[in-house]
């Protein structure tokens, strides 16, 4: 007989806090890991959401914990660690009073948030995405300050104070680029006269601004794509005025507002020269992700996950999600093509699959054409399920899935001296909920199939993204 309650035994596992911090040397293996894979899959996930004045009240909010699968010749070990920040310090100080989050709606006026540049009331939780910056690395919210970590030990090292110069909101999703080892972001700059910056760091204090627009109602945006060309911002019609931002006192994702009337706007902006080369207008959608973005003849093609509206944002409330009411939306992988020279966008499914996280061979592939996605689809189930393989030539797909087991964001990593764009493993954190903690499945990228998986100590909360950091 089982003492487990039944919040514990499926996908609700994953909203639970873990605030145990572990390092374990050797994990119990089943299959064989390869022998090249040598480094660290490090992850970012919401770790601590209850507190002991009040819990916060969305999934994003979070406390960001880290959480590192390091491989060395076919072994496996795992630590976990928080990140130290200033958003942690003051919850726990708190009881939580403190947090002032994405969609956790403050104890106090947010004025001093768009006032400014860098205050103290934007948050430098960085429970989001992991990235990369000269010698540097950085984890990120879409606040402009990230924090910096050791990827071996997880140590918080302190803010990346250089971030800020750009906007008070950003994204968690900068692209690398591989001719000028930069890493190109944008941020919305908000205030009287607002504008978008797209910019592009080379190291943490070395930094320009590549293009800029001026914009009346910014719109919410999580990612944008690149080509070797250009810089496209997708603008959801989720937006908002900045005025009524810094006044209102609500949450900053509630200050946003649903106009479906204005479609999708995309800007692709000349990289070289700053310049925006055009804009289209698509019928509307709601995007978190974009998968990639590549020149074909006379068009810019978008791929990315279309949700049909903001509606999603509401539906992963840490109530619902908790509860198990939530069902998630619907959305799909979606092929934008955009006539260089102007027409309108032609817009179609890439395949007939839900599916969001998208990973690609970023190293090798970003901004130019792929053949190759890896997402995680909910397939009609309470939660994102099962690992995807698609091929986005003809649309068809392959999947990997076992009765109560969640995947997460599946990481493609090639094989030294890979030739084939899946040759390679796809590494996920899957939730094992009958058994009550999280393993580390590894996969053939090339076949889908599993060659193993490493048990870790606990359960892993749900988390959002991680990057594989290569072996020093
Ligand atoms: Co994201």
Not at 137 to 150: H, K, N, Q, S
Request: with cysteine; aromatic share 10%.
């Amino acid at each position: 007989m089982s003492i487990v309650s039944g919040t514990r035994t499926d996908q609700r596992l994953g909203f639970a806090d873990q605030t145990e911090e572990v390092r374990v040397a050797e994990l119990a293996v089943s299959g064989a890991v390869p022998a090249w894979l040598s480094g660290g899959l490090v992850r970012v996930t919401p770790a601590q959401m209850d507190f002991e004045h009040r819990s916060v009240t969305h999934w994003f909010d979070g406390l960001a914990m880290l959480n590192r699968f390091g491989f060395d010749g076919g072994a496996v070990s795992y630590a976990s660690r928080f990140l130290d920040t200033d958003a942690r310090r003051a919850a726990l100080a708190s009881g939580g009073r403190s947090i002032d989050g994405f969609a956790t709606d403050p104890c106090r006026s947010l004025f001093q948030r768009v006032q400014s540049t860098f205050s103290p009331d934007l948050t430098d939780n960085a429970n989001v995405n992991l990235t990369r910056l000269g010698d540097e690395y950085l984890a990120m919210t879409e606040t402009p300050i990230p924090v910096r970590f050791d990827p071996e030990t997880l140590a918080t090292l302190g803010h990346d104070e250089g971030a800020a110069a750009f906007g008070q909101i950003t994204t968690a999703h900068p692209h690398h680029d591989p001719v000028t080892g930069e890493l190109v972001n944008f941020a919305a700059q908000l205030g009287r006269r607002s504008e978008y910056r797209v910019y592009a760091r080379r190291s943490t204090a070395d930094s320009r601004t590549l293009a800029t627009m001026p914009v009346r109602e910014p719109a919410y945006m999580h990612s944008f794509a690149i080509t070797p060309r250009f810089a496209v911002l997708l603008e959801n019609p989720l937006v908002v005025n900045p005025l009524k931002l810094a006044l209102s006192g609500k949450a900053f994702i509630h200050n946003y507002r649903w106009k479906p009337e204005r479609g999708v706007r995309i800007h692709a902006f000349n990289r070289a020269t700053g310049a925006l080369h055009r804009s289209w207008t698509a019928d509307p959608f709601f995007v978190f992700h974009t998968i990639n973005a590549f020149e074909d003849g006379g068009d810019l093609v978008v791929d990315l996950c279309a949700h049909p509206d903001a509606s999603v944002i509401d539906l992963l409330n840490l109530d619902g999600l908790r509860a198990g009411t939530n069902a998630p939306q619907d959305p799909r992988p979606l092929r934008l093509t955009l006539p260089l020279t102007g027409g309108p966008v032609a817009s179609r499914p890439l395949a007939d699959v839900d599916f969001e996280l998208p990973r690609i061979d970023y190293r090798r592939r970003n901004g130019h054409d792929y053949r190759y996605a890896y997402g995680v689809s909910s397939a009609g189930s309470a939660f994102l399920k099962r690992l995807v393989k698609l091929d986005v030539a003809d649309g068809t797909y392959a999947t990997w899935d076992e009765p109560s087991r969640w995947a997460g964001e599946p990481v493609f990593v090639p094989r030294p001296g890979a030739e084939g764009e899946d040759d390679g493993v796809v590494l996920s954190v899957v939730l094992d909920a009958e058994a009550g903690r999280s393993f580390l499945l590894v996969l053939d990228a090339g076949t889908f199939e599993e060659i193993a998986r490493a048990q870790a100590p606990h359960h892993i909360p749900f988390g959002f993204h991680g990057q594989f950091f290569s072996g020093r």
